[in-house]
């Protein structure tokens, strides 16, 4: 673990301890945690530190079971503690977990949120 706190190595693995909790491995040993908060709110955190905090907002109905859902990022807040080069990385984690999550699709990824 560094002694700073700062994300500057990428993931080495992702273990899932139920539907909503996951564990993330950095390279450097780190271990974090990425977790569902609710329906639309995954967070990235150290310790109890909130590290990445994601809402997403659905844009299609979410009463029709047949359909797919689709959703996009509403709003996302990152610690500065990310090395920027790891942003598109650790996003990529919480993009996968939220589809599991909902069994829906994310609007593709533009950048960055305003």
Not at 4 to 22: A, D, F, R, S
Not at 61 to 72: A, D, F, G, K, W
Not at 76 to 94: H, R, S, T, Y
Request: proline share 4%; aromatic share 8%.
């Amino acid at each position: 673990m560094t002694d700073t706190g700062k994300i500057n190595t990428g993931v080495e693995q992702m273990t899932q301890h139920n539907k909503k909790l996951y564990g993330v491995t950095l390279r450097d040993g780190q271990s974090l945690q990425l977790a569902v908060q609710d329906m639309f709110t995954v967070q990235l955190m150290q310790h109890s530190r909130v590290l990445l905090n994601v809402r997403f907002q659905p844009l299609s109905s979410l009463n029709n079971l047949e359909i797919q859902p689709v959703y996009r990022v509403a709003d996302m807040q990152m610690d500065k503690q990310i090395n920027p080069v790891l942003e598109e990385e650790l996003l990529m984690c919480v993009f996968a977990v939220y589809r599991y999550y909902t069994r829906g699709s994310i609007r593709p990824w533009r950048s960055r949120v305003n």
